[in-house]
């Protein structure tokens, strides 16, 4: 069994098993002096589907023992993946747009959760949601979870996902739901800005200097792997697509290679042939990476029960 192998399937105990260092990183400071509610907030970068997946299943069989696991992929992981950057960004600038960035990713992410706990039929808000989940009922990709390593690093990841999420939210502004459409509709213009971002970033750096092409096609090679979970159904999608209430994101996938491919020819980059791709994420299986991510998430409202600003 591979390392991978056993992180995905025994992934790491909760984030009480590693250290609370949130007060003493650049999140928790720029957090709790210049923007308090930024713990309690969530970003887990989650796809519409399954937001749909768990207010429909919840209403259609009308139980009230258990909330189901709240949406799962990728506003609430990236964003806070993002809000490592502040203070250091290459330049101010880029420090800026990525905290930006972030900070939308957590207002999707709040958006989402706020419609979830109002249909839910249980006694939650959005805080709880985000903050009160164990690592095995956070169903975000793996994609979006992984580490930083470097300014081009995040970049390919950003771009990678901002590609699937502008398709994804493009289709979600036709969902019958009204309420989701609406949220697709006001969300899609900082995804449009997210994803031109991002790819102009992946051009610039992959037609730059030596360095920057190097990091770039490494960049590409190291996370292409995780991409193809984002066009994977999960059961709870397939379940959701045959009702007629979900969205077949399988189809997103070959427009989203072409978008990719178009910008890796302008950037110089060669894509990954023949890749193994991981899954695991949309189960709730994930990397080692999540359970760090969790520490610094949770950790706030875990010391502090139902803390109030």
């Known amino acids: 069994m591979s390392r991978f192998q056993r992180q995905v399937n025994h992934p790491p105990a909760s ?40 207010i429909k299943i919840k209403s259609s069989h009308g139980s009230q023992n258990q909330i189901p696991p709240p949406p799962r992929r990728q506003p609430l992981i990236l964003g806070q993946r993002l809000g490592e950057w502040c203070g250091h960004g290459p330049v101010l600038e880029q420090d800026i747009a990525l905290t930006n960035i972030s900070l939308d990713l957590i207002g999707q992410a709040r958006l989402l959760y706020q419609y979830i706990a109002s249909v839910s039929g249980q006694k939650t808000n959005e805080d709880e949601l985000a903050m009160l989940r164990y690592e095995n009922e956070y169903l975000n990709l793996l994609l979006v979870e992984q580490a930083n390593k470097n300014f081009g690093h995040t970049i390919m990841r950003q771009f990678m996902y901002d590609a699937f999420n502008l398709l994804q ?25 997210h994803y031109r971002y991002s790819s102009e970033w992946v051009i610039r750096l ?49 427009e989203w290679n072409q978008r990719v491919a178009a910008v890796a020819q302008q950037a110089g980059l060669k894509l990954p042939q023949g890749e193994v791709m991981l899954y695991g994420g949309k189960e709730g299986k994930h990397t080692e990476q999540m359970g760090y991510i969790l520490t610094e998430l949770q950790y706030m409202q875990r010391t502090y029960p139902q803390m109030t600003w």
Do not use: C
């Not at 928790?28 to 997946?53: C, E």
């Not at 939210?169 to 800005?193: C, F, P």
């Not at 090679?221 to 397939?238: D, H, P, V």
């Open 15 to 54: 984030f009480a098993s590693f250290a609370p260092l949130s007060l003493f990183s650049p999140l928790g400071l720029f957090s709790l002096f210049t923007h308090p509610p930024f713990f309690k907030i969530k970003t887990d970068l989650f796809i519409f589907n399954s937001v749909i997946l768990r």
């Open 169 to 193: 939210y493009e289709m979600l502004t036709h969902h019958q739901d009204t309420q989701l459409n609406a949220i697709a509709v006001k969300s899609l213009k900082e995804i449009k800005y």
């Open 206 to 254: 992959g037609d730059g200097t030596e360095e920057s092409h190097a990091k770039m096609q490494e960049a590409m090679n190291e996370l292409w792997r995780y991409t193809g979970e984002m066009f994977k159904m999960a059961a709870y999608e397939t379940e959701l697509l045959k009702s007629g209430e979900g969205i077949d994101i399988s189809l997103l996938e070959t």
